[in-house]
Each structure stands twice: as structure tokens, then as C-alpha cells.
């Protein structure tokens, strides 16, 4: 008598194919749980880095209010001082010129896009504190940067038409600038602040090592 196997083999089958989907699903919560962690180290490790400069440099932001900004270009160049953005620190001395600019605005979008990332991929108020901060630091190299070419402008005016810098800077809209810049490195002054009023590097450290 001749035994039907089918059932046995459909039952084997459906098994296996369980097995595999399960195995397949498992693969990829690890990869996923993988693509976090690497994300959260790379983030993190780009924050902290701004977080070093801005310690290396912050007495080159206690500028004097009552004058122009002139040590601009040395203040961007030190704060551009690393690995990730060594590759615009030349921008500030072309101003407007290509390939320059265009890798400038790349980045200045590319940090601001990380800033909103780390409030994603980390948890609790730490998240959005270092976000913050790089934020306010993409806007201190981004506001530099204007601030010079406001200044290439007003000593043109100075040259070119034989003008006094106080004519000039009212031609350019100088003390205007001028306070927005203030604004914008007190800004950065206060994120620092609350990082580390709130411990936030300690706080991120643990949630990159438990996840």
C-alpha cells in the first residue's frame, strides 16, 4: 500500500518557509538595530567634534559690539579647524567663487539636515539640546561667511570711491549685520551652555552604548 506523502511534505514545507520568514525578519531587526547604532556613533562623534571647537575657540567670539567684525575670516578659519570641515575653510577667503561656494552651501544644508537627524535617532531632551547646537553652529559658519562678503563689499566702497569706512559701513548696512551676528554667536553661547548645564554628551554616550 502506497503511503501519501503530500500532507507530510506541504506540513515540511510550510514549516521551512515559516522558519526562513522568521530568520529573515530577525536579520533584519539586526541590521536595522546595526544601522542605528552606526548612525548614532557617526552623528555623534560629528557633534562632538563642533562641541571641541567651539571650546578650542569661544574666546574668538567675545568680539567687541562697538566695532566692525574684522577678524571674521581667522575666527571662521579656526572654526572650521577639523576633519569634516576642513574642506570649506578656504571658502571665506573666496567668497562667492566656485567650486568654493558651492561646496559651502552643500554643507551648511548637510549639517542642518544632521541637526534635525539627531533629534530622531537619540531620545529625550539630550536629543533635541545637541541638535540645537549644531544647528547654531551651522548658523555661526553660515552667518561669517555673509559678514565677510559684507566686508569685501564696504572696503570696495572705501577703496573705489574714496570713502570713509564709517560712509562705507552705513552703505552696506554694516551695524545692521552686525547685530544680527551678535545675535546669532549668542545664540550659539547659550546652546553650549545648556549641553553642558544638562550633561548632554554623558547622556547620549549611554544611549549610543545601550543601543
Known amino acids: 500500500m502506497n503511503r501519501?506523502?503530500?500532507?507530510?511534505?506541504?506540513?515540511?514545507?510550510?514549516?521551512?518557509a515559516i522558519v526562513a520568514l522568521l530568520q529573515t525578519k530577525q536579520q533584519i531587526k539586526l541590521s536595522?538595530?546595526?544601522?542605528?547604532?552606526?548612525?548614532?556613533?557617526?552623528?555623534?562623534l560629528l557633534a562632538q567634534g563642533l562641541i571641541q571647537l567651539y571650546q578650542s575657540h569661544e574666546t574668538l567670539l567675545a568680539v567687541n559690539e562697538d566695532e566692525p567684525l574684522l577678524s571674521v575670516k581667522?575666527?571662521?578659519?579656526?572654526?572650521?579647524?577639523?576633519?569634516?570641515?576642513?574642506?570649506?575653510?578656504?571658502?571665506?577667503?573666496?567668497?562667492?567663487?566656485q567650486p568654493y561656494h558651492k561646496e559651502f552651501?552643500?554643507?551648511?544644508?548637510k549639517l542642518r539636515e544632521?541637526?534635525?537627524q539627531i533629534k530622531f535617532i537619540f531620545g529625550g531632551k539630550e536629543a533635541a539640546l545637541l541638535g540645537n547646537f549644531v544647528l547654531r553652529?551651522?548658523?555661526?559658519?553660515?552667518?561669517?561667511?555673509?559678514?565677510?562678503?559684507?566686508?569685501?563689499?564696504?572696503n570696495k566702497i572705501a577703496v573705489n570711491f574714496r570713502d570713509t569706512l564709517e560712509n562705507a559701513q552705513e552703505k552696506v548696512g554694516e551695524r545692521e549685520y552686525r547685530e544680527?551676528?551678535?545675535?546669532?554667536?549668542?545664540?550659539?553661547?547659550?546652546?553650549?551652555?545648556?549641553?553642558i548645564k544638562a550633561k548632554v554628551e554623558e547622556k547620549i554616550e549611554k544611549q549610543i552604548k545601550l543601543s
Open 74 to 97: 581667522f575666527i571662521f578659519t579656526q572654526m572650521t579647524n577639523n576633519l569634516y570641515l576642513e574642506n570649506i575653510t578656504d571658502v571665506i577667503a573666496h567668497t562667492l567663487e
Open 4 to 16: 501519501d506523502w503530500s500532507p507530510w511534505i506541504a506540513a515540511i514545507t510550510a514549516i521551512t
Open 137 to 154: 553652529y551651522q548658523e555661526l559658519l553660515y552667518g561669517l561667511y555673509q559678514y565677510q562678503i559684507l566686508l569685501k563689499n564696504m
Open 32 to 44: 536595522n538595530k546595526q544601522h542605528l547604532f552606526d548612525k548614532r556613533v557617526e552623528h555623534y
Open 105 to 109: 552651501l552643500s554643507k551648511m544644508e
Open 180 to 195: 544680527k551676528m551678535l545675535k546669532i554667536i549668542n545664540d550659539l553661547n547659550q546652546a553650549y551652555e545648556r549641553i
Open 114 to 116: 544632521i541637526s534635525t
